[in-house]
Structures are given as structure tokens and as C-alpha cells.
């Protein structure tokens, strides 16, 4: 009780179809806790997708 605990997380990697996310867990400046998730864009039949430009466009800085 009392402690904040921040979580910060980026995309590191945009890929056509795919984005690799990365979360740290952090209180002040001690890291607690990494992970990285790997997120598709799938139609509706469960396929991949390439990313909307929409989408690919809030990201430059990791767009491939």
C-alpha cells in the first residue's frame, strides 16, 4: 500500500503486418519488469494483414 508502480510501454518494431511492443514495469527508477508481445492485424478469417497506413502513420519513427 502507498507505492506507485509505472508501466511504460512503446512500439519497437512496426512491421507490415506485425508490431513487437515493449512494457517495463518500473517504482521510481528501479526496473521491475520487462516483456515484449508481438500484435497482428488479422481479417476476420483469421489472416494477416498489412497494417492501415492510418494506423503505420502514428509510428513513423519504427515504421518499416
Do not use: K, N
Request: charged share 30%; glycine share 8%.
Amino acid at each position: 500500500p502507498g507505492e506507485t508502480v509505472r508501466l511504460e510501454t512503446a512500439i519497437v518494431r512496426l512491421g507490415r503486418a506485425t508490431a513487437t511492443r515493449r512494457v517495463e514495469m518500473r517504482r521510481g527508477d528501479e526496473l521491475l519488469a520487462t516483456c515484449e508481445t508481438e500484435w497482428a492485424w488479422i481479417d476476420a478469417e483469421g489472416r494477416p494483414r498489412r497494417f492501415p497506413a492510418s494506423f503505420a502513420g502514428l509510428f513513423p519513427e519504427v515504421a518499416a
